[in-house]
């Protein structure tokens, strides 16, 4: 939502960004949704006020692409690249924000003329509301970070009320559909929503402990219950009570 309101400003001349980048971590691991509402509303609508919206993707030294799901299929793989939960809940280390995010934008931002001498403006979608991120937020040699929706003083309702003023639908959340952050709320929509993305969720929890296993590691899970996603998320019934976690995600990135 923050970096969608960030392209409404741009639009509407308010902050002076004209170029717009999407660090896509794969269409097999980003969420089906986020991929629509790129595809069908935010491209058409930066075109239409002459704003320039990239897409971009990971690449390997060979010039192969690679994507999220596509690492975590690897059989040589010993580290995981997500933040599984332990069995107590508590998320592991990750290197999928730094590797399919983070790294993905600056190497277009060095392939641009970005340096540590001539540094990019780079502008981040952090709200008022969410500062903490911010805070927690490293800056790299070949970019200066500019913090817009701070700078105004606006929080995410601001950002909600920018988007519907433009006439555009507000954005889906945006993470990996399997990403161990998603809260116990959005585990129980996708499966009531969505079984088959809830399948194939369950696919990635599974074949992670295969090579937890093969490694002669403990079980992992993309919940913080301590158990596999068809035992740990019950299908939803009306009376079901929302679920007010937000994730744990503390750095701005998973729409950037």
């Known amino acids: 939502m ?17 170029t717009f980048l999407f660090a896509n971590v794969g269409n097999d691991s980003e ?14 609508f930066a ?26 299929s690897r059989p040589e793989l010993r580290s995981i690249p997500i933040p599984v939960r332990m069995a107590n809940g508590a998320p592991g280390r990750r290197s999928c924000t730094a590797d399919f995010k983070i790294r993905v934008v600056g190497r277009w931002l060095r392939q641009n003329g970005a340096t540590a001498a001539t540094p990019a403006a780079v502008a ?22 500019d913090y817009p929706l701070l700078d105004m003083g606006l929080r995410r309702s601001d950002c909600e009320r920018l988007i519907e003023e433009a006439g555009l639908p507000v954005p889906p959340k945006s993470s990996c559909f ?17 079984p088959e993305l ?24 993309l919940s913080r219950f ?22 744990l995600c503390d750095t701005g990135w998973c729409m950037t």
Request: aromatic fraction near 4%; charged fraction near 30%; charge should be negative.
């Open 198 to 221: 809830f399948a194939k969720s369950v696919e990635v929890e599974e074949l992670v402990n295969q090579r937890r296993v093969s490694l002669g590691r403990d079980p992992v899970y």
């Open 178 to 194: 399997f990403c161990p952050f998603k809260t116990v709320e959005a585990w129980r929509q996708q499966r009531a929503a969505d």
């Open 31 to 44: 969420h089906p949704a986020t991929l629509a509402y790129l595809r069908d509303v935010a491209l058409p």
């Open 124 to 145: 981040i979608g952090i709200s008022v509301d969410e500062i903490h991120r911010a805070n927690r937020r490293r800056r790299e040699p070949h970019e200066e970070i």
């Open 47 to 72: 075109a239409a006020a002459g704003i320039r919206l990239e897409s971009l993707e990971r690449r390997r030294r060979d010039g192969t692409s690679e994507t999220l799901l596509q690492r975590l």
């Open 226 to 247: 301590g158990r596999p996603l068809t035992e740990a998320i019950a299908i939803p019934t009306p009376d079901t009570a929302g679920d007010e976690d937000d994730g």
């Open 2 to 18: 923050q970096s969608t309101a960030l392209l409404v400003l741009a639009a509407r001349g308010e902050i002076d960004y004209r």
